[in-house]
């Protein structure tokens, strides 16, 4: 983003039409950096996100965001120090997540309302909060981030794709404690700028990776928190072998979030038992009667 243009937070015709020069990767980039067309999941949910961005960039510029950022009093509520001391205990550290809907499920809730979706995970034991904000393939907005941190004192991570350093500066403004980089959907480069912007503003950062290239990638980053999706972001397909084969090649200097797939008590101790300290869950909570009482089921020691 060296123009001029983009350094005021507009992400200009070129980055949306030329991905690999914009810092994410398509899986069929060629290798003059010009994108295929989109043939996965990803790829589609990375191209509708650089298309709102824009969008959202020109209504709201980078340099106003900044300014605004300067009113911005209240810190981070540390993420991943919440998780970090779960951890140094030996329960389990539970973020908890909360959406509308997904590519792979449809419609999840009829009736959406993150604050008290919020509220019955707080009271349950959950260490943090996940909340969905991307809107096309998820239903998400950033304003459900907001409502439900409002609503509790636990770190809330935006669960969201995050592609440019906009969003990152973003991100603060609407109170998330905590970004999510997916290693799949970015370059080296990209990542480890948005990694070191997200630590200027005291963002923590969970890396997430699917396989062992990603994860390798993940590891020469600078991040504690190294999330292992379960779930194939181009095919949608989840297994929890993906944690199973790839948490016992995570140094013990990290921290392990498995996430996706995980649906019972029996699931966290398995995948406890290869090296995971932490997990994202919200789907089987969401579709239970209670997702409180749900939540409480998975927590308890390691």
């Given at each position: 983003?060296?123009?001029?243009?983009?350094?005021?937070?507009r992400?200009?015709?070129?980055?949306?039409?030329?991905?690999?020069?914009a810092?994410?990767?398509?899986?069929?980039?060629?290798?003059?950096?010009?994108?295929?067309?989109?043939?996965?999941?990803?790829?589609?949910i990375?191209?509708?996100?650089?298309?709102?961005?824009?969008?959202?960039?020109?209504?709201?510029?980078?340099?106003?965001?900044?300014?605004?950022?300067?009113?911005?009093?209240?810190?981070?509520?540390?993420?991943?120090?919440?998780?970090?001391?779960?951890?140094?205990?030996r329960?389990?550290?539970?973020?908890a997540?909360m959406?509308?809907?997904?590519?792979?499920?449809?419609?999840?809730?009829?009736?959406?309302?993150?604050?008290?979706?919020a509220?019955?995970?707080?009271?349950?034991?959950a260490?943090?909060?996940?909340?969905?904000?991307?809107?096309?393939?998820?239903g998400?907005?950033?304003?459900?981030?907001?409502?439900?941190?409002?609503?509790?004192?636990?770190?809330v991570?935006?669960k969201?794709?995050?592609?440019?350093?906009?969003?990152?500066?973003?991100?603060?403004?609407?109170?998330?404690d905590?970004?999510?980089?997916?290693m799949?959907?970015?370059?080296?480069?990209?990542?480890?700028?948005?990694?070191?912007?997200?630590?200027?503003?005291d963002?923590?950062?969970?890396?997430?990776?699917?396989?062992?290239?990603?994860?390798?990638?993940?590891?020469?980053?600078?991040?504690?928190?190294?999330?292992?999706?379960?779930?194939?972001?181009?095919?949608?397909?989840?297994?929890?072998?993906?944690?199973?084969?790839?948490?016992?090649?995570?140094?013990?200097?990290?921290?392990?979030?498995?996430?996706?797939?995980?649906?019972?008590?029996?699931?966290?101790l398995?995948?406890a038992?290869?090296?995971?300290?932490?997990?994202?869950?919200?789907?089987?909570?969401?579709?239970?009667?209670?997702?409180?009482?749900?939540?409480?089921?998975?927590?308890?020691?390691l």
């Amino acid at each position: 983003m060296a123009d001029d243009t983009a350094a005021e937070g507009r992400v200009d015709r070129l980055t949306i039409e030329n991905g690999a020069d914009a810092g994410f990767r398509l899986a069929g980039t060629a290798p003059s950096g010009v994108p295929a067309t989109p043939q996965d999941v990803l790829e589609r949910i990375c191209a509708q996100t650089l298309g709102e961005v824009a969008r959202r960039s020109a209504a709201l510029p980078l340099k106003e965001i900044k300014a605004r950022l300067k009113d911005l009093h209240e810190a981070p509520r540390g993420f991943g120090h919440a998780l970090k001391l779960k951890t140094a205990e030996r329960q389990v550290g539970l973020i908890a997540e909360m959406k509308k809907s997904s590519p792979s499920a449809g419609p999840i809730l009829a009736s959406y309302d993150p604050a008290a979706i919020a509220r019955l995970y707080e009271q349950a034991g959950a260490a943090c909060l996940s909340v969905l904000t991307e809107g096309p393939s998820f239903g998400g907005h950033v304003a459900d981030l907001q409502i439900a941190r409002a609503a509790v004192s636990l770190p809330v991570l935006r669960k969201d794709f995050i592609l440019e350093p906009w969003q990152v500066y973003e991100s603060r403004l609407i109170g998330a404690d905590c970004i999510l980089l997916i290693m799949a959907a970015l370059t080296d480069e990209r990542a480890e700028e948005l990694l070191s912007m997200a630590r200027s503003l005291d963002l923590d950062v969970l890396v997430e990776v699917h396989d062992e290239p990603e994860l390798d990638r993940a590891l020469g980053l600078n991040t504690a928190l190294i999330g292992i999706n379960n779930r194939n972001l181009k095919t949608l397909k989840t297994e929890l072998g993906t944690t199973l084969s790839l948490a016992p090649r995570v140094p013990p200097d990290r921290i392990v979030v498995a996430e996706s797939g995980i649906r019972s008590r029996e699931d966290v101790l398995r995948l406890a038992g290869a090296g995971a300290s932490c997990f994202l869950v919200g789907e089987s909570l969401l579709r239970q009667a209670d997702p409180g009482e749900a939540c409480a089921s998975l927590l308890g020691p390691l």
